[in-house]
């Protein structure tokens, strides 16, 4: 006779402390051995030990793998596909409680030491003497989710219910989403392979708070999306007893990052919710050591949300204000020479790189280009970012004829903004899923867009206009170690919605998890909408 594993609060909990307990950071050899661990552990269930081959694991490179597992119904041709993601953030801000931070039980038990428990903030102190959270990396941000996944496929299998699943669970979420862009692919195999149709695509990331002392708990009919436009600005070299036979790059970049902190020129409402304004991420000048030549090459990157505006209309906004800082730049350039009576060094263009790529092949040839990047992509130290910057570098150096100049480009990850709220099914459902928290005496809200920015980014997409090649053309890494599936994205049409427990403190070392949304409400509130839809 078959025995449920996970059909409990109490296994359910045991299960999330087994998963969380295999430690899984971002490009980590746990991240690597973690789609292993899934596979045996779903191998137990019975429905696997009978069709073994509706687990597969998919290379997402750098020894990770994204993980499916399908159930499939005999007749059934309606499919919803789980999504989660089971990589981490690191660990470091626990301390020395750093070799709890994975094993939830103990850490939540330690923290209740008086040592430990009055250097809490009074929030995460209150919630720890409740006894209502459980305390540790990765219980909230997610693998409750994909725990909540796993008790459903498990439910499902036993009780032969006429709709297929597709757990989905990925790695890398917290850095590029290599994982699911991979899966993506795999996602479009499975449905022309088994003539299934995608009726919902269900997330499972934790609900948000909106503030410190916000304990609302959200449904999410969409995600915010996330762009990353960055500036490689190249001035002129001196010596810094000669300051003005040049011009330091970082003079340029001062002007750049005024005029995009915070630019309202970025910022987008839709359904009542706006977008946060831009920042930069990083700010620095590509000096690799300590000199009195003055630095004449920085760079910047600039964090941008998205509700609705593709790559292309993002970059004509970050090309339009970096045209009105550069000519802020050059107006007191001038005056400086002006004032000092010297003739100058230029003034300083705009460019994209796409622009600066076609220079450099007339210039150079495409083999030379080519051999240049491939340079550059040689060094593994360096992430995509990285690598972007330090293209667009080599070539300005071969390029000099261009200088000064700031040249636009994007770097990974992007993020596309998806939305369902107007969608029938989406509608029904939030309705379902409020009345469904009811029965617990909690209020559920509506939020349009998730504000975590998740992997529902990458299903559900459409560009009629092909606006995405905006970001192909000025993305140096495009093709080599960035890519995203943006036909197959298109071929994943479906609602998407984000439906998951409770928590606080995302990437902290408070990160926590409320017991009775994870254990006790969300199993039943994710089987009733489920079961909504046969």
């Not at 999330?16 to 045996?40: H, M, P, Q």
């Not at 219980?139 to 994909?146: F, I, N, R, Y």
């Not at 004509?316 to 020479?337: G, P, S, T």
């Amino acid at each position: 006779m078959n025995t449920y594993m996970w059909n409990t609060p109490e296994k359910l909990r045991a299960l999330l402390c087994e998963i969380v307990s295999w430690e899984s950071r971002t490009l980590t050899k746990g991240e690597n051995e973690f789609a292993y661990k899934l596979k045996d552990k779903l191998l137990t269930l019975p429905y696997y030990k009978k069709h073994p081959k509706f687990i597969e694991l998919h290379d997402a490179g750098l020894g990770r793998n994204a993980v499916t597992a399908f159930y499939k119904h005999p007749t059934a041709t309606e499919t919803v596909v789980l999504i989660s993601h089971f990589d981490t953030v690191h660990t470091e801000e626990y301390g020395e409680l750093e070799p709890l931070a994975f094993y939830p039980e103990e850490l939540t038990k330690k923290l209740m030491e008086p040592k430990y428990k009055e250097d809490l903030p009074e929030a995460a102190r209150i919630d720890l003497e409740s006894g209502n959270y459980l305390f540790g990396r990765g219980t909230m941000d997610m693998k409750m989710g994909l725990a909540l996944h796993m008790q459903l496929i498990e439910k499902a299998s036993f009780e032969q219910w006429p709709i297929n699943l597709i757990l989905t669970t990925v790695p890398d979420e917290e850095v590029n989403s290599a994982g699911m862009r991979a899966a993506v692919v795999e996602l479009v195999r499975l449905r022309e392979q088994h003539g299934l149709t995608y009726k919902l695509f269900l997330n499972s990331e934790p609900s948000f708070s909106q503030g410190p002392s916000d304990t609302n708990e959200y449904i999410y009919s969409g995600t915010i999306g996330k762009i990353m436009p960055a500036a490689l600005f190249y001035g002129k070299e001196t010596h810094v007893g000669e300051p003005l036979k040049g011009m330091t790059a970082n003079f340029i970049a001062s002007y750049m990052t005024q005029h995009m902190e915070w630019n309202p020129l970025f910022r987008e409402t839709d359904l009542g919710e706006s977008t946060p304004l831009p920042v930069s991420l990083q700010l620095k000048d590509l000096k690799m050591e300590y000199s009195t030549q003055t630095p004449y090459r920085a760079a910047a990157l600039y964090n941008v949300f998205l509700l609705k505006r593709t790559a292309a209309e993002v970059m004509a906004i970050f090309e339009q204000v970096a045209l009105q800082a550069m000519a802020a730049c050059n107006e007191q350039y001038q005056h400086i020479c002006t004032r000092e009576k010297v003739q100058g060094v230029g003034k300083v263009k705009v460019l994209r790189y796409e622009a600066l790529l076609e220079h450099a092949i007339d210039k150079l040839g495409a083999e030379e280009v080519q051999s240049i990047k491939q340079q550059v992509l040689q060094h593994s130290a360096w992430d995509d970012r990285e690598k972007s910057i330090r293209i667009v570098d080599q070539l300005m150096i071969r390029c000099q004829e261009l200088a000064p100049a700031t040249v636009l480009l994007y770097a990974p990850p992007y993020y596309p903004a998806i939305n369902s709220s107007n969608h029938p099914l989406v509608k029904q459902s939030i309705e379902l899923m409020k009345k469904t928290a009811r029965t617990f005496d909690i209020e559920v809200e509506q939020i349009h867009y998730f504000n975590g920015i998740c992997d529902l980014s990458y299903v559900n997409y459409s560009d009629e206009s092909n606006e995405w090649l905006v970001f192909e053309r000025n993305t140096p890494v495009w093709g080599d170690t960035y890519s995203i599936p943006f036909k197959e994205m298109t071929a994943l049409q479906g609602p998407v919605l984000n439906v998951g427990p409770f928590g606080k403190d995302a990437h902290q070392k408070t990160e926590r998890l409320h017991v009775d949304s994870a254990f006790k409400e969300m199993p039943i509130m994710i089987d009733t909408l489920i079961k909504s839809l046969f």
